[in-house]
């Protein structure tokens, strides 16, 4: 888990992370190339980012905390964050895939 958290760090810094008010943005200009939704996220949060997910085709995951995806990319708490580049985010999916079996949906 924390090796996941570090790499999503590591994207951050390398500039390839849209989080907060953004995400909707990047889904529909489909620079999303995988979004990351907090499990502890409201409701209506978790519809609207999988209904654009869905609708775009953007392969989503439910996964971390708030806390806890925030501090990974360096803010406060965030309900989600987009992954913008393609090698960080197949990465990223082998990651959780591996370590802790997340279930990804388009």
């Not at 590591?10 to 849209?18: D, T």
């Not at 992954?83 to 895939?97: V, Y």
């Amino acid at each position: 888990m924390k090796l996941i958290l570090n790499f999503l760090g590591l994207a951050n810094r390398a500039g390839k992370i849209a989080s907060g008010d953004t995400v909707i943005n990047k889904i529909q200009r489909k620079e999303a190339k995988l979004v990351i939704i907090a499990t502890d996220a409201s409701d209506s949060s978790k519809k609207r980012l999988i209904d654009k997910c869905s609708f775009y085709k953007v392969p989503y995951v439910e996964f971390f905390e708030k806390e806890q995806l925030g501090l990974a990319i360096g803010k406060s708490h965030r309900s989600s964050c987009a992954i913008l580049d393609l090698g960080f985010s197949k990465k990223l999916e082998s990651m959780i895939i591996e370590n802790s079996g997340g279930e990804f949906h388009e």
